[in-house]
């Protein structure tokens, strides 16, 4: 069973630029979360989509915006790019008969601003 | 509001020994679940260990083990016969009934031959 694919896992983007994340779950699973980690703030959430509609929102600016599409695959977009959001974008996905809020993570996206 | 507190940035074992990394959260919900997970140098997370709030019966898998003290709101992780592939950063989170997980800033856990 394959896990949590994101793409791209390496991405250089200037300041002022945007950049989209993309992210397949786990065949079956439905719901979807996005964790931003940096060595500054840690690991804090960002967002979560179940059947296409957003459950649940972190503390990000309007900046930081997800979707999910009929297939349960996500995107989350970053526009005008700050230097603080430099981080490691990890992707999960929860469902199926993984157990109670179980989630598994996907490898991370590393995005680099410069 | 939820707040996971790891109090040591560091811990170093011997190959073979036992080490505890210590947890202590804080949460408002009623029904609520903890979590290891480890992050190693690849930096996949990889579920260690998953604690139900509601039972009493302290989680084990292999060689891992958890204490879970509810009234004190301690969630530390045992683990025995430790082996070089452990090495890595140890997490603990809590989270309700939503996906939205709250993690501590972990402990890096080092394994010496």
């Known amino acids: 069973k394959a896990g949590v694919t994101q793409t791209p896992r390496y991405l250089i983007k200037t300041r002022g630029q945007q950049v989209t994340l993309s992210c397949s779950p786990i065949s079956g699973h439905r719901s979807v979360s996005w964790y931003q980690q940096t060595p500054g703030q840690g690991l804090q959430f960002l967002f979560e989509y179940f059947s296409e509609t957003q459950r649940n929102k972190g503390n990000f600016p309007g900046r930081f915006s997800g979707r999910q599409f009929s297939n349960s695959r996500s995107e989350m977009n970053v526009s005008t790019l700050e230097l603080g959001d430099s981080a490691l974008y990890l992707c999960?996905?929860?469902?199926?008969?993984?157990?109670?809020?179980?989630?598994?993570f996907g490898a991370g996206s590393r995005l680099t601003v410069l | 509001a939820q707040t996971v507190t790891q109090s040591q940035p560091e811990m170093s074992v011997q190959e073979a020994e036992t080490v505890t990394l210590s947890c202590t959260y804080d949460?408002?919900?009623?029904?609520?679940?903890l979590f290891w997970y480890k992050q190693p140098p690849s930096r996949q997370m990889i579920l260690v260990i998953r604690q139900e709030a509601y039972k009493q019966q302290n989680a084990t898998e292999n060689r891992f083990s958890v204490n879970f003290q509810k009234a004190a709101k301690s969630f530390s992780l045992k683990i025995s016969d430790s082996q070089l592939g452990d090495a890595a950063m140890y997490f603990c989170?809590?989270?309700?009934?939503?996906?939205?997980?709250?993690f501590g800033t972990g402990t890096l856990l080092a394994v010496q031959p």
């Open positions: 989170a809590c989270g309700g009934a939503t996906n939205k997980l709250i």
């Open positions: 949460t408002s919900e009623s029904d609520y679940y």
């Open positions: 999960a996905s929860r469902g199926g008969s993984s157990g109670a809020n179980v989630l598994t």
